[in-house]
């Protein structure tokens, strides 16, 4: 890992007494102002203005009150260098906040995980519908020979997208037009369907299709294989290695005991053909995009994945998330206003060039907890755990 002049962040405040009583969490929100350098009052309480929802909502009546805790630290290299943050997460799962602490608490006792983006790339699918197989294919041809078009059309609209590639592909008499996008720190999806829209346009007033419509293929906001394929949003992976003492004291349970029961979980996975194949990236990711802002909708295809482990020459665990598809934004949006705002200063990561960073993080918390939550079922204390911290247990 890369090495920073920084001054390592204490643990997390706790109390076995009384977890919630005004003094621990006053605590937690000094550590808070802290890392950021500032207050947080729509964190700590204070009320957002109605008019910070405009351009969110319609037929506005309040906010929806969701609690948020913090884990870590959490140390990860990232590609804008080395980052120890905490983790802002919005949820009501008891037990949850503490599992990912405890994964991140593993990796930091390790050095830090290492996280990059690896791809960008926002796709968009609309389709033309012609009379036969043979003016479908005809249409692939102009529309590859029309790229540069679409690439000022696209840039007519925007400053911060960028169109890349075109891939149209037949499908019996349905063209769709497969289009890729750049869209620096934003999600990026209003810009991608207006430009995509415009091209769409052009290129049938070249074709003449019976019909054409904005979704050929719908991939929007729901899992899929080609996203598991060819990824969307930004292509994301952390990895980390776990000393073998590091586990028997802290997990109870070996990187080998790891390494098995990830090896069933595969089994069960292509039983159930599923994309997702890590075993709660959809709790952290949805936690932290209500926290950060994010549209919760596209967890459905950023929880999508894979979990890696191995066993090191040396018989340390080496442990990895592989997300092609996290669909994140650091500017536009619910990120600009209100809590969102402020937990995205927690980790660092408010406003243009920091959506890279945002994304390396988020895969590095999947990863810290994969490994706690893959850990508590090798040591069959997954229960017990949410017996003692979550729903089950009686209110004070």
């Given amino acids: 890992m890369n090495s920073s002049p920084r001054t390592p962040l204490p643990a997390i405040p706790r109390s076995r007494e009384d977890d919630f009583s005004k003094e621990i969490v006053e605590a937690r929100r000094a550590l808070a102002r802290r890392v950021t350098g500032r207050?947080?009052?729509?964190?700590?309480?204070?009320?957002?203005?109605?008019?910070?929802?405009?351009?969110?909502?319609?037929?506005?009546?309040?906010?929806?009150?969701?609690?948020?805790?913090?884990?870590?630290?959490?140390l990860v290299d990232t590609s804008a260098g080395v980052r120890e943050v905490i983790v802002p997460l919005a949820t009501t799962e008891g037990a949850m906040v503490a599992s990912y602490s405890r994964g991140m608490s593993w990796i930091h006792a390790s050095g830090g995980a290492v996280a990059r983006v690896v791809r960008e790339g926002l796709s968009q699918h609309p389709v033309l519908v012609f009379e036969t197989i043979n003016e479908a294919v005809a249409a692939r041809e102009i529309a590859l020979q029309m790229k540069p078009q679409f690439e000022a059309i696209t840039a007519a609209i925007t400053s911060h997208g960028r169109l890349v590639e075109v891939a149209p592909k037949v499908l019996g008499r349905r063209l769709i037009l497969r289009l890729v996008f750049t869209t620096g720190d934003a999600i990026g999806i209003n810009m991608a369907a207006h430009a995509t829209d415009l091209c769409a346009a052009e290129l049938a007033k070249r074709t003449q299709p019976k019909e054409r419509y904005v979704h050929g293929q719908d991939v929007e906001k729901r899992a899929h294989a080609s996203g598991a394929i060819e990824g969307r949003g930004r292509s994301v992976g952390a990895e980390v290695v776990l000393r073998r003492e590091l586990l028997k004291e802290r997990a109870r349970c070996t990187p080998e005991s790891m390494v098995a029961i990830l090896e069933t979980y595969r089994i069960g996975f292509a039983e159930l053909g599923t994309q997702n194949q890590m075993v709660q990236s959809a709790n952290g990711l949805a936690a932290l995009f209500l926290a950060t802002g994010q549209d919760p909708a596209y967890v459905t295809e950023s929880c999508c994945g894979q979990l890696d482990f191995s066993l090191t020459d040396g018989g340390d665990l080496r442990a990895g998330v592989w997300i092609p598809s996290m669909l994140v934004g650091t500017v536009g949006g619910g990120s600009g206003q209100g809590t969102a705002a402020e937990c995205l200063d927690l980790l660092g990561c408010r406003g243009s060039g920091t959506a890279n960073t945002f994304a390396e993080i988020a895969a590095a918390m999947v990863l810290a907890g994969d490994l706690s939550l893959m850990a508590a079922f090798c040591s069959h204390e997954f229960v017990e755990a949410h017996e003692s911290l979550g729903r089950n247990r009686p209110p004070k």
């Fill in 39 to 74: 207050e947080l009052p729509h964190v700590f309480g204070r009320s957002v203005a109605p008019e910070e929802a405009r351009g969110n909502v319609e037929n506005f009546i309040g906010f929806a009150q969701v609690p948020i805790g913090i884990a870590g630290p959490l």
